[in-house]
């Protein structure tokens, strides 16, 4: 079964709204969690890490204040994207380090489509 | 240019076939994670691997590791419906499990 799960795995909503994304550690705890975006027929690309604790350290070209990213437990970081237009229309995914050392799992994904 | 290449971007084999999936780096590599997509979904972790010569195996997929020339490939054996996908490639950049990845190959096998 799936150890890292997302949700929702697909939203629409109306531009200028804000959507908010949550990646769960099932059973285990993720100090660390990673966000990718992946448009269609693209591979993933890294946007930001989420620390448990502390600010997310964002990937180059990437606006901290749309994506907003908060890792309040060890088991849950969130996703926020902010004013959301068309453009942020995407598949996000996140993604946690596992117990063993190079495990490395990957959420179910969530579909944004910005209308 | 990419930082990692796969080959091929897609290949068509039928079922029972055997395939070989490259992914090149044009950078140092520490560590190489192997996943299978599904369009539109997460990805499935099948395989990582660290050290330069390492060969790991599960079910009918195999991968292996050659740091020299930084490169990884995954091979699988007689091929099944049930195989068909996207087949990523992931490099480790840093120690905090970053990934860079590749492009993807996609996997038909037709019955």
């Known amino acids: 079964g799936a150890v890292v799960s997302q949700h929702p795995s697909w939203v629409i909503c109306k531009s200028g709204t804000s959507v908010k994304i949550e990646c769960r550690s099932l059973d285990f705890q993720a100090t660390t969690m990673f966000w990718y975006r992946q448009f269609p027929k693209q591979s993933l690309m890294l946007m930001a890490t989420?620390?448990?604790?502390?600010?997310?350290?964002?990937e180059q070209g990437v606006e901290k204040d749309k994506f907003l990213i908060n890792h309040a437990s060890l088991t849950l970081s969130t996703l926020t994207v902010t004013s959301a237009h068309p453009e942020d229309s995407s598949f996000y995914i996140c993604?946690?380090?596992?117990?063993?050392?190079?495990?490395?799992?990957f959420g179910e994904g969530s579909r944004l489509t910005v209308l | 240019s990419q930082e990692l290449e796969q080959s091929p971007q897609s290949l068509i084999v039928q079922e029972g076939k055997n395939l070989t999936i490259n992914c090149t780096s044009s950078?140092?590599?520490?560590?190489l994670y192997w996943y299978k997509q599904k369009y539109g979904e997460g990805l499935i972790f099948l395989m990582m691997?660290?050290?330069?010569?390492e060969e790991k195996s599960h079910e009918k997929i195999t991968a292996k590791l050659d740091e020299k020339k930084q490169q990884s490939s995954l091979h699988i054996t007689a091929s099944q419906p049930s195989h068909a996908g996207i087949y990523l490639c992931g490099a480790v950049r840093g120690s905090n499990y970053k990934l860079t990845f590749g492009k993807g190959t996609l996997l038909t096998v037709n019955p």
């Open positions: 950078k140092t590599l520490y560590g």
């Open positions: 691997l660290q050290k330069g010569g």
């Open positions: 993604s946690a380090s596992g117990r063993e050392a190079g495990e490395l799992f």
């Open positions: 989420s620390n448990e604790g502390s600010k997310a350290t964002y």
